[in-house]
């Protein structure tokens, strides 16, 4: 085995910004507008932040523990805390992450076309325009380019390290991508549509939501998605940190600015959407809200509504990279750990095999679906429950001494993040996980009469 991690963090800040843009992403601009509006409004973002506070966040700190105690990949690092039989673990980080990865470079693909087109073209004029429009990018040549280019650009910077690459990019790409939707979603506060478009569907309350199983596993899946707790990509940033870092406190900044983007990037599209008469078709489609209804809609204004929209889809694009990168640093981390690889070799081989596990993806986008479902929807979620278990019973010793040792966090505080862990955050996410795939076999074996 390799000696631990050389590389390190510049500075703590550097850190928050790279693993903030690992967790703000298209998750919280694309998946968040559509889980919301497919049934549940307020009532599925209370369940939301409910599962982000008390779940995701004691698994977060947890993963992060793990990462800088271990000092290890996240392939290795589980073995490293709680011995060999802890291996699959490591494996199942590397396999969602790369799984993760392959269909996320296919939406970074539509993303970066939807762009290009907004400026030199301009936006469709009807909602059949745009689904000529999208047609054409999400499927064929089109599909695959973008996604090579996503997928380059995304090796460019991993290769280039920690702090040249990864924490540069952050420093640089998250304070513009949030002043960026701030400024939209003032904006978006001025259309005729506003009120409505954040009743219908960010303040709608229905308690009978709170029972809904499709609602509930969709607050699930994106709060871990969104969060990117699960995966190890968090704990292969965690690697590079030091021993002082004050890991639960940066975990609650990481996490809160997650979620301020996900509820602006509500704030922005909801409006639009109602404004535009175009409310039935976002939550009849998965991708509708992003890739047609907003280009429709802001098609509809001029040039007012292009520089909007070439402003959103070059923020979600900074949003989808800083994602990526953290994506791709799981199976580097892992080759450079275990194989001794150099960062550059394992960063171009481990994105040429992705690109080439998500061109089923990027030709087809019934696989997409299902890669999300499988990967994002489950796999993610299991992940986060190992990590439970793992830092709450099998490794906790180290858990609380790693915490201690960082000299910040009061040992109270830890002690209460090591109760949710082993008491709260197992049984919520094993019954989460259960109705997860329940829901999932319900859908993928529904038979229409
Ligand atoms: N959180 C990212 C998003 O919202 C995706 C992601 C998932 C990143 C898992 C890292 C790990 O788009």
């Known amino acids: 085995m390799a000696t631990a991690q050389k590389e390190s963090w510049q500075s703590g800040l550097g850190f928050v910004l790279a693993a903030s843009g690992s967790a703000v992403g298209l998750g ?7 889980r919301a509006s497919q049934g549940g409004g307020g009532t599925f973002v209370l369940l939301y932040v409910l599962i982000v506070m008390t779940i995701c966040l004691p698994v977060l700190v947890a993963e992060m523990v793990l990462g800088r105690s271990t000092g290890r990949s996240p392939l290795l690092a589980p073995v490293q805390a709680a011995g060999r039989a802890w ?3 490591g494996w199942l980080f590397v396999v969602v992450s790369c799984g993760i990865l392959a269909f996320y470079g296919v939406l970074m693909g539509w993303t ?15 909602m059949g325009e745009a689904e000529l429009f999208f047609a054409g990018i999400s499927g064929g040549q089109s599909a695959i380019a973008g996604q090579a280019v996503s997928m380059l650009l995304t090796a460019v910077v ?3 390290g920690v702090q040249a690459g990864i924490e540069r990019l ?3 790409a998250l304070p513009m ?7 939209l979603a003032v904006w ?5 549509g506003a009120a409505e478009g954040y009743r219908t569907f960010l303040l709608r309350w229905d308690s009978q939501e709170l029972f809904n199983i499709t609602t509930i596993r969709n607050a699930f899946t994106q709060a871990f998605f969104s969060v990117g707790t699960g995966i190890g990509a968090i704990l292969a940033y965690s690697a590079y940190l030091n021993r002082k870092a004050p890991i639960p406190s940066e975990a609650v900044a990481i996490v809160g600015l997650d979620t301020a983007v996900g509820l602006l990037a509500g704030l922005l599209t909801f409006p639009v959407v109602i404004s535009f008469g175009l409310g039935d078709a976002v939550s009849g489609s998965t991708i509708g809200t992003i890739f047609l209804s907003l280009p429709t809609g802001l098609g509809s204004i001029g040039l007012t509504g292009r520089i909007v929209a070439v402003t959103f889809f070059s923020l979600a694009y900074l949003a989808a990279i800083t994602s990526s990168v953290s994506l791709l640093e799981v199976p580097v981390a892992a080759l450079m750990d275990r194989c001794n690889w150099s960062r550059r070799n394992a960063a171009w081989v481990s994105a040429a095999v992705i690109f080439v596990v998500g061109l089923p993806a990027a030709t087809d986008l019934n696989v997409l679906g299902t890669m999300d479902d499988l990967f994002g929807g489950v796999l993610l979620i299991a992940g986060g429950l190992l990590i439970a278990v793992l830092m709450g019973w099998f490794a906790s010793r180290s858990f609380l001494e790693d915490l201690k040792n960082s000299g910040i966090t009061p040992p109270a505080r830890a002690g209460i993040i090591l109760f949710f862990l082993r008491w709260v955050s197992p049984l919520v996410i094993a019954a989460g996980l259960l109705i997860s795939v329940v829901d999932l076999i319900g859908k993928w074996t529904y038979v229409p009469r």
């Open 188 to 192: 978006a506060s001025s259309l005729p």
């Open 170 to 172: 952050s420093r640089m």
């Open 87 to 89: 291996q699959p673990m």
């Open 112 to 126: 970066g076309q939807t762009l290009l087109h907004a400026l030199q073209v301009g936006l469709p004029s009807s």
């Open 158 to 160: 991993v290769a280039a």
């Open 177 to 183: 991508l949030f002043l960026l939707l701030v400024v």
């Open 28 to 34: 919280n601009l694309w998946g968040f507008a559509y």
